[in-house]
């Protein structure tokens, strides 16, 4: 790709981001459920955009999603690599001392336990109310990991149609959990 071309394309990419600001603000905020977060993640793309480091690119506002999308697992997996990361240390800083005296309370409220307890029954509820289709997609791709490809191969379905029953069952977990 020439310079002239790469320099077309990367304005071409930022005048797509200006034109779909606002659907794309709509679709990270969907996906992060905070739309804090989500003005978070588009500055995160404007910058990527604006780097100019890409390569040839066929459709430019698709690109633009799977970018917002990345960005988006990116926090995902950083907030789990975080979770396990304090939940390593907290393990360590409240193992028993070399006395034998009994480890310190690993969680220092009885209620959070009860909460979290609350939270994950009502999680498992709402996710046994989804419809059948839905909630075996959404089982597979988001609890076992599976990619969009892989979850419609074992489905015997399209890539589209498990888009479209993840959809639904986070659109109907959202609202089942709000309540």
Same mark, same amino acid.
């Given at each position: ?5 790469a320099e077309e394309q990367h304005e071409g990419l930022a005048a797509l981001y200006l034109a779909h600001h606002r659907e794309l603000l ?18 995160? !793309? ?14 430019? +506002? ?10 988006? &697992? ?19 800083? $409240? ?39 839905? +909630?075996?997609? $959404?089982? !597979? ?31 109907? &977990?959202?609202?089942m959990l709000a309540d």
């Amino acid at each position: 790709m020439s310079a002239m071309a790469a320099e077309e394309q990367h304005e071409g990419l930022a005048a797509l981001y200006l034109a779909h600001h606002r659907e794309l603000l709509r679709f990270l905020a969907a996906r992060t459920g905070d739309p804090h977060e989500a003005e978070d993640v588009m500055q995160e !793309l404007w910058l990527k955009v604006t780097a100019g480091q890409h390569g040839p690119v066929a459709n430019g +506002r698709a690109y633009l999603y799977r970018m917002a999308q990345n960005l988006v &697992l990116d926090r995902v997996r950083e907030r789990g690599r975080r979770v396990r990361r304090e939940s390593a240390w907290h393990g360590v800083a $409240f193992e028993t001392d070399t006395s034998g005296a009994e480890a310190a309370d690993r969680r220092s409220d009885i209620e959070d336990q009860l909460v979290e307890r609350e939270e994950v029954a009502r999680l498992a509820s709402a996710i046994a109310a989804l419809p059948e289709g839905a +909630r075996r997609a $959404f089982r !597979l791709h988001k609890i076992d990991g599976l990619s969009h490809g892989e979850v419609a191969a074992q489905l015997g379905i399209s890539k589209s149609g498990v888009e479209k029953h993840i959809a639904l069952a986070m659109k109907h &977990l959202r609202r089942m959990l709000a309540d």
